[in-house]
């Protein structure tokens, strides 16, 4: 008989885990940028109890929080059991200018971590904090690692020298855990449920679901749209689902033509019925472990068929394997679920996906009507869109977040 | 190996992981450490004897971004080809190593004509030892530009899929696998299966008195 373990013990975890921080630690003050998340809450009450008030804890207010979320992530902590004091620290100004007119996902999250670690070490050098505390987990430094993408809390483990850098020594308790590890960790603390349970967010916040340039009306219709979405899909949306929103601007590629054919023959629609456009975004992909910073596809059927075919996901999934699998240089496939007015500048796509922990992924099944709904909304309430989308993607090709 | 050694090896037995590069190398130690083995990542430089040294009774080796015919990465993992060859205790090659082990032994790896990325559906062909209990097809999830074209001599194919001939392989003498999708992530719905049946192979081995 083969005796299996019992997977992972949280409660060995935290303990071994204070103890060895409060060792680390000794009498020196360590300081932690919480976001409201999983990983970093998790840290943060750890180091808590095994320091105290040695601990400073910050929530760094980059602009590209969901609406609201400084000051909800803030209550919710001062509560008990946790009772952390959080100071929240306003740098969305800051973070709007170092990010300017930067196009390139990959320059983006690098110009995000500079400001976020510049910013961080100014108020570490204040408050005389020679430790930063940090939840990167183990999804994070493995992808770093890989060059798939810049996660914004890695440095020890690509080569950074935090000490020289920025003037602390970073120390990660979770490093070594997954997802689902640290949900257990968090519920053997008493985080509360709004926090372990809650779907991860990217470390650069709604800048990587702001898909290419930066700009203000942008970046509201996206926190808008993300307020629906999660309203809407609370209850069926998979382990996470958000919104993201690009620029309605066709790019001219020659494959166009080729993608069409193979969606009338994959869905066995006439030609006609069928429109594929390629945007003028790129969106981050992983084929054969190897990062694709690649194009994006939309696919759009005439009214009548989409009404008629509904939502047979099945059907779409394997449309997005054949299109992505025949041509390399696409790593996103977007379903046109309904329009807006076609001058509008930008368009909303709809991610929901299944997953353990978040190394793969699959699209989640939504029911049509909700889908639909969520997409009347979020038109009703932002002028400014042309077309919503649902992201028909999987990971890989795709990854999680479109940058 | 002494008899002390064996009983070891039958309670927890070391499984060590190479470390080809690939995103998901270390949910295979997470895999092999949750169904009771011994295991950690080692590098893709690591040698035959530094293997012997932390007494391996069996070898995985992970996926990675190399394409074995490319000049650069066919360099990168020539250390590893060799261990491929040097290697006697059960081995479960994943993905490009599984393109490398067929290299190694004599058959031939190129481009996919239709690259699997995601969802795909495993057909089993002879569900053999590793496969046991996977039944005649599960769904899967891969990432390959690259395939297995040939298999080497005196090897079986186990599995396929639509679009890859050889989703699965193995020498017919030895207790050698190849598997070209992932296993070890939590998408691929047999992949624990799997795993444990490779634990279970690698017991059976250390205790079999060779």
């Given at each position: 008989m083969t005796v299996e373990q019992s997977e992972f013990d949280p409660g060995a975890f935290v303990k071994s885990q204070i103890d060895e921080i409060a060792q680390r630690l000794g009498n020196e003050q360590a300081i932690i940028a919480i976001s409201g998340g999983v990983d970093s809450t998790t840290c943060a009450a750890l180091a808590y109890k095994a320091v105290g008030k040695g601990l400073v804890c910050t929530f760094i207010d980059t602009g590209f929080m969901r609406l609201g979320e400084p000051r909800k992530v803030r209550a919710l902590l001062s509560r008990r059991p946790l009772s952390l004091p959080v100071r929240i620290i306003e740098a969305q100004e800051r973070f709007i200018e170092a990010v300017g007119e930067t196009e390139d996902a990959e320059e983006k999250r690098k110009v995000f971590r500079e400001t976020f670690y510049r910013t961080l070490s100014e108020i570490a050098k204040k408050e005389e904090c020679r430790f930063l505390i940090q939840g990167t987990i183990a999804p994070d430094w493995i992808e770093t690692k890989g060059g798939i993408k810049t996660q914004h809390n890695v440095l020890e483990q690509i080569g950074i020298n935090a000490r020289e850098s920025y003037g602390f020594t970073v120390i990660e308790p979770i490093a070594d855990l997954y997802k689902d590890q640290v949900r257990a960790v968090a519920r053997h603390l008493g985080i509360p449920r709004e926090i372990s349970e809650r779907q991860p967010f990217p470390g650069p916040g709604l800048l990587v679901r702001c898909v290419g340039r930066v700009e203000p009306r942008k970046l509201k219709t996206l926190k808008q749209s993300m307020q629906i979405v999660e309203k809407r899909l609370a209850t069926i949306g998979g382990q996470q689902f958000f919104a993201a929103v690009l620029d309605n601007r066709i790019g001219d590629h020659p494959a166009r033509e080729l993608l069409q054919r193979q969606v009338s023959e994959s869905l066995r629609i006439q030609g006609r019925e069928v429109k594929v456009n390629i945007l003028q975004n790129k969106a981050t992909g992983v084929k054969g472990d190897v990062r694709v910073y690649g194009r994006i596809a939309s696919v759009n059927i005439s009214k009548n068929h989409?009404?008629?075919y509904g939502w047979l996901i099945e059907k779409l999934r394997e449309l997005q394997s054949k299109l992505t699998s025949a041509n390399p240089e696409f790593t996103r496939i977007l379903y046109t679920v309904k329009e807006g007015k076609e001058?509008?500048?930008?368009?909303?796509?709809?991610?929901?996906?299944?997953?353990?922990d978040f190394m793969t992924a699959d699209i989640a099944t939504i029911p049509w009507a909700t889908l639909t709904a969520t997409a009347k909304e979020i038109l009703r309430k932002c002028s400014n869109v042309a077309h919503i989308y649902y992201d028909l993607t999987s990971k890989p090709p795709a990854t999680i977040e479109f940058e | 190996m002494r008899n002390d050694e064996r009983l070891v090896a039958v309670l927890k037995p070391v499984v060590p992981v190479v470390n080809v590069k690939g995103q998901y190398n270390h949910l295979i130690v997470r895999l092999l450490t949750e169904l009771g083995a011994e295991s950690s990542l080692v590098p893709l430089s690591v040698s035959i004897r530094e293997l012997e040294e932390i007494g391996f009774n069996g070898l995985v080796a992970g996926g990675g971004p190399q394409?074995?015919?490319?000049?650069?990465?066919?360099?990168?993992?020539?250390?590893?080809e060799h261990l491929l060859k040097e290697n006697s205790e059960p081995l479960l090659c994943i993905c490009v190593s599984h393109?490398?082990?067929?290299?190694?032994?004599?058959?031939?790896t190129g481009p996919a004509k239709e690259p699997e990325y995601g969802r795909i559906?495993?057909?089993?062909?002879?569900?053999?030892?590793?496969?046991?209990?996977?039944?005649?097809?599960?769904?899967?999830?891969?990432?390959?530009n690259d395939e297995v074209i040939r298999m080497p001599d005196g090897f079986q194919r186990l599995a396929h899929s639509q679009n890859c001939k050889i989703e699965a392989m193995r020498s017919s003498n030895r207790p050698i696998y190849g598997v070209q999708f992932h296993p070890e992530v939590s998408h691929t719905t047999m992949g624990r299966t799997i795993f444990r049946n490779f634990v279970e192979i690698v017991k059976r081995n250390s205790t079999s008195g060779r």
């Open positions: 989409r009404e008629v001058s509008a500048p930008y368009d909303v796509a709809i991610r929901a996906i299944e997953t353990r | 394409s074995v015919y490319e000049e650069n990465s066919r360099r990168e993992l020539r250390n590893l393109q490398l082990l067929a290299e190694a032994l004599g058959g031939r559906t495993v057909h089993v062909d002879e569900e053999d030892e590793v496969l046991r209990g996977a039944g005649s097809s599960f769904t899967a999830w891969a990432s390959h």
